[in-house]
């Protein structure tokens, strides 16, 4: 594996902002309410080749929650979107914005766990995944948000359950994903009906509770693995519908080898389960 730095563009550090949720009426909530999980939430965006989306991404996330704090996890990306991430983190008055610079590219998966990690050290109380692309909408954040506040431990946003729906997507595109969800579904056991999906928040002791050191996954099979580690846990975990839209600008990272990992993971991950269930009624 290939060794990286990382680099990081922290204006200020010390306590994050309170971060405010919408309620009922969707209309943004000034954060006064310093109980709730949500009043500390970091939204995490790994970038490769982004500069075309990310500075789109940031502006909408704060039109919809002014005070969510963002960090950014560049993975060395050489069409300057670090640097740009960089700028947009130095003119930002209120220090929401910052900026982790990694020099290899080694995954989603890593890129998450290494914000994980900074979010966690910083005491915020809800980690928020969410993509560059504008794939997952910042103004549906509210709903993952209320869940965790409401009381559940991961809030997944689903395409798949009723009220969930994709955009532009080609057919075989969302066979796939749909076929992909259905395969783990069955062989991991588990009732959730879009697992793979990458638009999730955490509460910080889902997080404090998983030892992230073991996660193997480095690409969307990432998403699985956490979700289904949360759940042979025994945490609570939810799903809300969201509009999941097919990027406008740059490229697709989903690769056949993203794709032959997760099949080969979940089939490993499903074996292990069953005679784990196995040994348990022997003994």
């Not at 992909?180 to 990458?198: E, P």
């Not at 080898?257 to 003994?283: D, P, S």
Request: aromatic fraction near 6%.
């Amino acid at each position: 594996m290939a060794q990286h730095v990382e680099v990081m563009r922290d204006r200020q550090e010390g306590q994050p902002m309170a971060a405010g949720t919408p309620g009922a009426s969707g209309q943004n909530d000034s954060g006064s309410d310093e109980s709730r999980p949500s009043a500390r939430t970091l939204v995490i965006i790994p970038t490769y080749n982004e500069r075309d989306n990310l500075g789109i991404i940031i502006e909408r996330l704060h039109a919809a929650l002014p005070h969510t704090h963002v960090l950014v996890v560049d993975d060395g990306s050489p069409d300057g979107t670090g640097e740009l991430a960089d700028k947009l983190a130095d003119a930002d008055l209120q220090n929401r914005i910052h900026v982790m610079h990694r020099t290899a590219k080694n995954g989603l998966g890593a890129a998450y766990i290494a914000g994980f990690h900074w979010g966690l050290e910083r005491d915020y109380g809800v980690l928020v995944e969410m993509d560059a692309d504008g794939s997952h909408a910042p103004e549906e954040l509210h709903r993952l948000l209320d869940q965790i506040d409401a009381g559940y431990d991961l809030v997944l946003g689903s395409r798949y359950v009723p009220g969930g729906s994709v955009v532009n997507w080609p057919k075989r595109r969302e066979w796939l994903s749909r076929g992909g969800n259905l395969y783990s579904r069955l062989a991991l056991g588990v009732g959730l009906k879009d697992i793979t999906g990458g638009y999730r928040a955490f509460r910080r002791s889902v997080l404090e509770h998983l030892d992230l050191s073991e996660v193997e996954s480095h690409g969307y099979c990432f998403q699985v693995d956490l979700a289904w580690r949360s759940i042979e846990s025994g945490f609570n975990v939810r799903e809300v519908p969201i509009t999941f839209t097919e990027r406008e600008r740059g490229e697709s990272k989903m690769s056949g080898n993203i794709v032959r990992e997760a099949l080969l993971k979940v089939t490993q991950w499903g074996w292990e389960r069953r005679i784990n269930k196995l040994r348990r009624k022997k003994a």
